[in-house]
T-cell receptor, first 113, second 116 residues
Framework: KQEVTQIPAALSVPEGENLVLNCSFTDSAIYNLQWFRQDPGKGLTSLLLIQSSQREQTSGRLNASLDKSSGRSTLYIAASQPGDSATYLCAVRTDQAGTALIFGKGTTLSVSS | NAGVTQTPKFQVLKTGQSMTLQCAQDMNHNSMYWYRQDPGMGLRLIYYSASEGTTDKGEVPNGYNVSRLNKREFSLRLESAAPSQTSVYFC???????????????FGPGTRLTVL
């Protein structure tokens, strides 16, 4: 059974720091991996999607990498800002037929000014 | 572009009452999903619909039923609500991988349900 783990569970950094959030998964047979952001009391916003054939994706200050063989992904946030404070969720898709994402429990990020 | 919409946003039920959560998407996606999010448990799949006319159970289907009304709409029904169903419910949609879609999932804003 696929399991997704995110470390650390919580992270506090001062504004301006570059930081890395980690995600690991137990079964390397994935179709894609998706990173989400969730603000308190809100829904999930998709940040980046990496297909299994890709190594990384970039959007603005965000860069996500994927090492499928080792079952790992990282989300790199450059020059962090207080507005980046949120919970970041990693999720993998393991079935082409339409079954859903398997989620990690998230990393809660707090960026202080 | 509204994306994925859900109604209601909040709901309080008494044990044994029934209700239906509504979800609609305007992205012409084939696949739709219902998840629940609980503290310490993360998001878990309740039911999904890979395409119009099909539905399948996810990880935690007990106590729920679903209807894929058409390509746009996917509803979740609680027939006899229990306190254990207190949760935040999210609907999502995606293009299918077999149609050369990216498979990226898009989520609605959620329904916060309390069962007393």
């Amino acid at each position: 059974k696929q399991e997704v783990t995110q470390i650390p569970a919580a992270l506090s950094v001062p504004e301006g720091e570059n930081l890395v959030l980690n995600c690991s998964f137990t079964d390397s047979a994935i179709y894609n991996l998706q990173w989400f952001r969730q603000d308190p009391g809100k829904g999930l916003t998709s940040l980046l999607l990496i297909q299994s054939s890709q190594r990384e994706q970039t959007s603005g200050r965000l860069n996500a990498s994927l090492d499928k063989s080792s079952g790992r992904s990282t989300l790199y946030i450059a020059a962090s800002q207080p507005g980046d404070s949120a919970t970041y969720l990693c999720a993998v898709r393991t079935d082409q037929a339409g079954t859903a994402l398997i989620f990690g429990k998230g990393t809660t990020l707090s960026v202080s000014s | 572009n509204a994306g994925v919409t859900q109604t209601p946003k909040f709901q309080v039920l008494k044990t044994g009452q029934s209700m239906t959560l509504q979800c609609a998407q305007d992205m012409n996606h084939n696949s739709m999903y219902w998840y629940r999010q609980d503290p310490g448990m993360g998001l878990r799949l309740i039911y999904y619909s890979a395409s119009e006319g099909t539905t399948d159970k996810g990880e935690v289907p007990n106590g729920y039923n679903v209807s894929r009304l058409n390509k746009r709409e996917f509803s979740l029904r609680l027939e006899s609500a229990a306190p254990s169903q207190t949760s935040v419910y999210f609907c999502a949609s995606s293009e299918s991988l077999w149609t050369s879609g990216s498979g990226e999932q898009f989520f609605g804003p959620g329904t916060r349900l309390t069962v007393l």
